[in-house]
């Protein structure tokens, strides 16, 4: 016999589905008022927001609230608000009354009334909170299931098709990816069957290009297609229906959660149709090859299988030919979006901690002992093995910072130099200091104790204001040895966003994607102390690194943020990368400085063209990027002491 559960969990259980169920239809409908406000946006801002509407259904707010009211964050009452240490209306019990009240509208109170009447008796509350419960389940397999089914029939047609590995479809799709700037590959499959054209997977998506369709369209049109599937790739369209798939299998009774699917299939399909356009496919030929794909070809059994059809396909062809504009999201409406986000987050904060219980004496006592017993020990900063530092009375101009498989050497540099490398700033972000640091010149030779200087954790590094292990390295050597002693300062300065030029996303023919492996290349060579780095013959093509001469830049296997940190010792100002692209680069730049250097007594004259460009024309018209003036926040490392090194 199945035993059944107390009448007092089951109600508990009904309460907090009731609700979840309110809260996230509340936030869905203030996500859709938002949709209205933003109608004349781009759809992409509109899709995220019916994403998060969907989301909120597999997000309780109660867990949040629950967890800040064993936190014990509790707003004071209202005696104890004459300080204004906490808003003065949540000090109103009224208000507080109400906010629970919004938070948890069907009350715990309300449903035991009804299950404790004498007139509804035990057995029968139990069995019909399990007849629902058996509905539900019900309801959320059948689904499930008929989705796997559909998702299994694709699967075994993607498993059957060719792989594609060339032919003008996928040199096409590859030409495409560099315009986006996708820097892994999507695979491409020929397709025997009718199905539409279309994108398979979440983890590793699969282009699904049905055998024949080229022939019955133009090259513009075959192009205008694989841009649409590939602006699903790029934007994890099938991860995120799947999201919501989820969300429709557990609430399914829900017909919101069926609203809402309906809403992201349509502004998903307008976001792709948006950046189709903006990527340079005519609306004419966009609309005419999503016509010819739905005349000739059925659409996907499965919603996260992402194709070119989908919505209301008049409406779609009606947008694509007005080729209407989507304004920019403005001041105010930014403003409006983050205020959303954080409400969002500070409604279930403040509603737990209207309801949190006061922490006792024992409790306060019991944390702070944990925090006793369990201090964390900071790590130590990395350190070189050796140094050896000499000074450089040479003259010569010539200056040599290389980064050799296990050590590190800088020849003929200053202390400002080593200063601007360690803290990857420009000379006018620093600051104070005696004046010889900018004059005399040393020759640095240090060993690694490991002969690597990489940083696990920030190889592929998300924030590349965080110092390498590298560089903490020679920041520690310039405190021992140079007695170094620093603090920072912000300012308000101007700045030079570097953003891509042409509107298509073309790159300039001097900056090209990179082929070679650096992180690989250094790896292989670990532990091979003393071996030299491949030779680079000056003005040539660099492999690995950012080589910088009077009027020239070369670039190797960088990122363009650190092509942009390059640039500022050249424009006077920080350099911020605002492109959007990822990856590594390669990349040529050559222009007439806006002051010709001082040529050292019987150095070779300097390669540079009086007449050619200037910065930044060189930068618009080889590298398709352009420096925008803005204003921003800039770091100023002021030195407070330097001394000079000990020589040996």
Same mark, same amino acid.
């Given at each position: 016999m199945?035993?059944?559960?107390? !009448?007092a969990?089951?109600?508990?259980?009904? $309460?907090?589905?009731?609700? +979840? !169920?309110?809260?996230?239809?509340?936030?869905?409908?203030?996500a859709s008022?938002?949709?209205?406000?933003? *109608?004349?946006?781009?759809?992409?801002v509109?899709?995220?927001?019916?994403?998060?509407?969907s989301?909120?259904?597999?997000?309780?707010?109660?867990a949040?609230?629950?967890?800040?009211?064993?936190?014990?964050?509790?707003?004071?009452?209202?005696?104890a608000?004459?300080?204004?240490?906490?808003?003065?209306?949540?000090?109103?019990?009224?208000?507080?009354?109400?906010?629970?009240?919004?938070?948890r509208?069907?009350?715990?109170?309300?449903? *035991?009334?009804?299950?404790? =009447?004498?007139a509804?008796?035990?057995q029968?509350?139990? @069995?019909?909170?399990?007849?629902?419960?058996?509905?539900w389940?019900?309801?959320?397999?059948?689904?499930?299931?008929?989705?796997? !089914?559909?998702w299994?029939?694709?699967?075994r047609?993607v498993?059957?098709?060719?792989?594609?590995?060339?032919g003008?479809?996928?040199?096409?799709?590859?030409?495409?990816?560099?315009?986006?700037?996708?820097?892994s590959?999507?695979?491409?499959?020929?397709?025997e069957?009718?199905?539409?054209?279309?994108v398979?997977?979440?983890?590793?998506?699969?282009?699904?290009?049905?055998?024949g369709?080229?022939?019955?369209?133009?090259?513009?049109?075959?192009?205008?297609?694989?841009a649409?599937?590939?602006?699903h790739?790029?934007?994890?369209?099938?991860l995120a229906?799947?999201?919501?798939?989820?969300?429709?299998?557990?609430?399914?009774?829900?017909?919101? #959660?069926?609203?809402?699917?309906?809403?992201?299939?349509?502004?998903r399909?307008?976001?792709?149709?948006?950046? #189709?356009?903006?990527?340079?496919?005519?609306?004419?030929?966009y609309?005419?090859?999503?016509?010819?794909a739905?005349?000739?070809?059925?659409?996907?059994?499965?919603?996260?299988?992402?194709?070119?059809?989908?919505?209301?396909?008049?409406?779609?062809?009606?947008?694509?030919m007005k080729?209407?504009?989507?304004?920019?999201?403005?001041?105010?409406?930014?403003?409006?979006l983050a205020?959303?986000?954080?409400?969002?987050?500070?409604?279930?904060?403040?509603?737990?901690?209207? &309801?949190?219980?006061?922490? &006792?004496?024992?409790?306060?006592?019991?944390?702070?002992?944990?925090a006793?017993?369990?201090?964390?020990?900071?790590?130590?900063?990395?350190?070189?093995?050796?140094a050896?530092?000499?000074l450089?009375?040479?003259?010569?101009?010539?200056?040599?910072?290389?980064? $050799?498989?296990?050590r590190?050497?800088?020849?003929?540099?200053?202390?400002?130099m080593?200063?601007?490398?360690?803290?990857?700033?420009?000379?006018?972000?620093?600051?104070?200091?005696? =004046?010889?640091?900018?004059?005399? +010149?040393?020759?640095v030779?240090?060993?690694?104790d490991?002969g690597?200087?990489?940083?696990?954790?920030?190889?592929?590094?998300?924030?590349?204001?965080r110092?390498?292990?590298?560089?903490?390295m020679i920041?520690?050597?310039? @405190?021992? *040895?140079?007695?170094?002693?620093?603090?920072?300062?912000?300012?308000?300065?101007? #700045?030079?966003?570097?953003?891509?030029?042409?509107? /298509?996303?073309?790159?300039?023919p001097?900056?090209r994607r990179?082929?070679?492996?650096?992180?690989?290349?250094?790896?292989?060579?670990?532990?091979?102390? &003393?071996v030299?780095?491949?030779?680079?013959?000056? &003005?040539?093509?660099? $492999?690995?690194?950012?080589?910088?001469?009077?009027?020239?830049?070369?670039?190797?296997g960088a990122?363009l943020?650190?092509?942009?940190?390059? !640039?500022?010792?050249?424009?006077?100002?920080?350099?911020?990368?605002?492109?959007?692209?990822?990856?590594?680069? /390669?990349?040529?730049?050559t222009?007439?400085?806006?002051?010709?250097?001082?040529?050292p007594?019987?150095a070779?004259?300097?390669?540079?063209?009086p007449?050619g460009?200037?910065l930044?024309?060189?930068?618009?018209?080889?590298?398709?990027?352009?420096?925008?003036? $803005?204003?921003?926040?800039?770091?100023?490392?002021?030195?407070?002491?330097?001394?000079?090194?000990?020589?040996?």
């Open positions: 199945i035993p059944i559960p107390s !009448l969990v089951l109600t508990t259980a009904g $309460q907090l589905v009731a609700d +979840h !169920l309110w809260q996230s239809t509340l936030f869905a409908g203030a008022g938002l949709t209205l406000i933003l *109608r004349r946006n781009r759809a992409q509109r899709y995220w927001l019916w994403m998060a509407a989301a909120k259904f597999l997000v309780p707010f109660a949040l609230a629950a967890a800040v009211s064993r936190l014990g964050w509790r707003w004071p009452a209202p005696a608000q004459s300080g204004g240490a906490f808003p003065a209306f949540l000090a109103v019990p009224d208000v507080a009354v109400l906010i629970d009240a919004v938070g509208p069907f009350t715990q109170s309300a449903v *035991r009334s009804v299950a404790d =009447s004498p509804t008796p035990f029968t509350m139990a @069995t019909l909170f399990l007849l629902l419960a058996v509905i389940c019900s309801g959320v397999a059948l689904i499930v299931s008929t989705w796997y !089914l559909r299994r029939r694709i699967a047609l498993r059957q098709a060719s792989p594609v590995h060339r003008p479809e996928l040199d096409a799709l590859r030409r495409l990816e560099a315009v986006t700037g996708m820097t590959p999507t695979p491409m499959v020929f397709s069957t009718s199905i539409e054209p279309g398979f997977g979440i983890a590793r998506p699969v282009v699904v290009w049905p055998r369709i080229t022939e019955r369209l133009a090259a513009t049109e075959v192009e205008a297609i694989l649409h599937e590939l602006c790739v790029r934007r994890r369209d099938n229906t799947s999201v919501h798939m989820l969300v429709q299998a557990v609430w399914w009774f829900h017909p919101l #959660v069926w609203w809402l699917g309906a809403r992201l299939v349509d502004e399909e307008r976001a792709c149709d948006e950046d #189709v356009v903006r990527l340079g496919s005519a609306p004419q030929v609309a005419e090859s999503i016509l010819k739905c005349w000739y070809y059925v659409e996907s059994p499965a919603s996260c299988v992402a194709g070119v059809t989908g919505s209301d396909l008049r409406e779609r062809i009606e947008r694509i080729n209407q504009c989507a304004d920019r999201l403005n001041g105010w409406r930014r403003l409006l205020a959303a986000a954080l409400a969002s987050f500070a409604t279930p904060i403040v509603i737990g901690a209207i &309801g949190a219980p006061e922490l &006792g004496a024992d409790s306060a006592k019991a944390s702070a002992a944990f006793q017993a369990s201090p964390q020990s900071a790590a130590p900063d990395p350190a070189f093995e050796v050896s530092i000499k450089n009375n040479s003259g010569d101009g010539r200056v040599a910072i290389q980064n $050799q498989p296990g590190f050497v800088a020849t003929n540099v200053t202390l400002r080593l200063i601007r490398n360690a803290y990857q700033l420009q000379d006018f972000q620093i600051s104070g200091g005696p =004046s010889w640091i900018g004059s005399d +010149h040393f020759d030779v240090a060993k690694m490991n690597d200087v990489r940083d696990p954790l920030s190889a592929e590094r998300q924030d590349p204001t110092p390498t292990r590298l560089q903490l920041r520690a050597l310039l @405190t021992e *040895r140079f007695q170094l002693a620093v603090h920072t300062e912000t300012k308000e300065l101007p #700045v030079y966003a570097l953003v891509l030029a042409r509107n /298509d996303g073309r790159l300039g001097e900056l990179s082929d070679t492996d650096c992180a690989a290349l250094v790896g292989s060579a670990r532990g091979r102390e &003393g030299p780095p491949p030779s680079q013959a000056s &003005g040539g093509n660099l $492999q690995c690194g950012i080589r910088v001469g009077p009027g020239t830049l070369s670039v190797g990122s943020s650190q092509l942009a940190n390059s !640039l500022s010792m050249f424009t006077g100002r920080v350099v911020l990368d605002r492109t959007g692209l990822t990856g590594t680069f /390669d990349a040529n730049l222009w007439t400085p806006d002051q010709m250097p001082q040529r007594p019987g070779p004259e300097l390669p540079i063209d007449n460009p200037s930044f024309t060189a930068v618009r018209e080889q590298l398709g990027l352009k420096l925008d003036s $803005q204003k921003g926040p800039v770091e100023i490392l002021v030195i407070d002491r330097a001394e000079h090194p000990t020589q040996d």
